[in-house]
């Protein structure tokens, strides 16, 4: 894969005007591309070896390749079509990408994939091992992909006749509001998905991400057995172990729970990353931190200077579940005078940085956290060398819109407060940065800090990001009927646990949220881990640097918890010159276990605020095991079974006639001229097969008609999601390091 924007299908593709030219020009068969060409000499190759077979494994092979030949011949006019009007949407002309280039792309990929498989099967026709049944169901499931995507590209011409006019005179990605999504649901029904998620899974992604994304797509309908308690165990058991040799039987569960499973399932099921073998990874593999520290915000209204002089006061988050502590973690490759973590070290401290990042994890508003992050925040810090302070937000349903955002805000107005004194930053530059509905939350709260002339970022940086946090028909967001990471349902749930208004939201399943919080537990990051002395040491305790002026919190290890329940009366210790007297630090000690006891904060860390978790002193708890992170404890036999419902025959389409407000601070792509005028630098990066891309190309384009300084990089190859991914693809490593470099040239402008 390429890191640069160029398209790998353009060079080959005809234009429309040739395909319309008088008679005597080249015939399409001619005009059309070099793959398109091989395939079809494939399939008359075949057919002919396969002529004087009658059997049953013959005959099907036979209809198969037909069916590619007739869907080769339907597509041409189509295609050509599309190809002539897809490069309206671009960037720029150096930046080639767009939902219907996505689509082109699919059919491009989908015939080289089909073109490997009929090469395969000619080249091994005469051999004793060759499989009849094998290459028919390849043949069958190839012929089933590219009919599917004929029926897309037919789809994405109905999207081009709903096109709305820009203020530029170009047209719109996002159709006009005249048209439903329910319209264009009603006619994508008979897509069929199956053929996306069986054995021509991962098709249309770099050869290093196919294999993870089938190992993500068995564990997805292996974690389901487990999750619902459809059949027998021994069924479920053996259900398992299919998903991983039948193809087909992968792909009919994977869109089942697509269509009908409920949001506490995509969140159980993203949050297997947060368990301790996933979690330990980079830990293993990629270099040690000096910090990396979890950090408990205490729920206090903050005083916030103004850029004209005044002071304008931050409510405490409040929305949904209540006054919460928020947790945010701070990752660097240094220690540094004035950071958390640096006090009692007796190596040479670094200097303070005159950068800092602030950092919003991905996860769809419902799952994740900064830890499960950590795989590429690892990279970053040590490529830029700044630290690094990622939010984790609350997550919806139980917490949703406008929660997360009230507490993102809240964090950035603290970490300006204390970027001296417990993050080792001077904060002379700070870059927002985010992924997916991360970046989203990141960009609006630069918007809220515009609105409430508190200093803005200097820059931001976005990957992938959704703007529009509604489901607009744009050709990209039709990529979820094909995706492995984000299916089309887990996109309209995650949509509607976080934003919608309608009154009939999926109800939150409490024995769920408890588990969830169960998973997020760790050793390591547990404040019941933490003793009480510790704590007060963390709150009270001068540093041993004799020839610094100001004191500093000590020191727990690296990859342990701060309880920062006391933050403000600590900065009061740290600016004061004597030792405390003895009667006072008793009074002191005293206050601060009532304030460690009164907020609740002896517990185990709620990743996801849980509304009810309880005390924990570390005493006689009895002990969960965990499989590959998922947890389970003697409590959970009395809880009642899930179910995978179906809905009772009603259509999939159905459950997600929700509304969805027209809020600007949920779709920043709404928010007014004029506030986006004053938006600093922004670099965006999407992928050319990612169901955001729409997204990015618009914003990016916006930002470009008001003038305001913007790129964007359009990758190739990789899912929406890639950096959670970095380990394991060579690809996806070096799309994470392209991030680091334009988050480098923020700093630097």
Known sequence: MSLDNNNDYDDERPSYEELESPSGRPSYEELEPPSWRALRELCKANMEHFASHQDEGGLRIKGALQVLLDTLDNLRMVYAEISRFAPLFDFDENTPGNGYRSFLILVDRCIVYTGSACKDMLSQKDSVLFRKTHHMREMEACSQLLASLSTCLGHMKTLYSWREPMEDGHYSLFPSEEHSPQELLNQAENINQYCFYGRCLGFQFCDSMR??????????????????????????????????????????????????????????????????????????????????????????????????????????PNSHIGKKPIHVRLLSSKRRVGMVGSGSVKSQLADQCDSLMIHCHGGGFVAQSSRSHEVYMRTWTNELDIPILSIDYSLAPEAPYPRALEEVLYAYVWALKHANSLLGSTAKKIIFVGDSAGANLMLVTAIRCLEMDIRPPNGIFMAYVPVVVDFVPSPARLLCLSDPILPFGFMMRCLKAYAATDPKRDSWDKDTTDELVELDKSDTESFAEVSESDLIALALSPTGDEDQNSRRLASLPSDSTLNSVSLTDADTVQGTENSLEETKSQEYIKRFLDMYKNSRLGSSVPILNSANSGDSNGVNEPRSWSFFGWHSNKDNKNKAPRHLEMNGGRNPSEEFAFTVPKDPYLSPYRASNDLLKRLPPIKILSMNLDPCL?????????????GKPVTLDILSGLPHGFLNLSLVSKEAHEGSLLCAKRIGELLET
């Open 211 to 316: 294999t993870a994304l089938k190992v993500i797509s068995v564990g997805m309908a292996s974690f389901s057995e487990v999750f619902y308690a459809n059949g027998t165990l021994l069924g479920r058991c053996t259900n398992s172990l299919q998903y991983v040799l039948d193809p087909e039987a992968r792909a009919r569960r994977i869109v089942t729970i697509s269509q009908h499973a409920d949001i506490s399932f995509c969140q159980a099921f993203w949050h297997l990353t947060e368990g301790d073998l996933m979690a330990s990874l980079p830990q293993l593999v990629m270099p040690t931190l000096a910090i990396n520290q979890l950090i408990s915000i205490p729920p206090e209204e903050m005083d916030c200077p103004t850029l004209s002089g005044s002071t304008v006061k931050i409510p405490v």
């Open 694 to 706: 729409d997204d990015c190309v618009m914003f990016a384009k916006k930002l470009k008609v008001l």
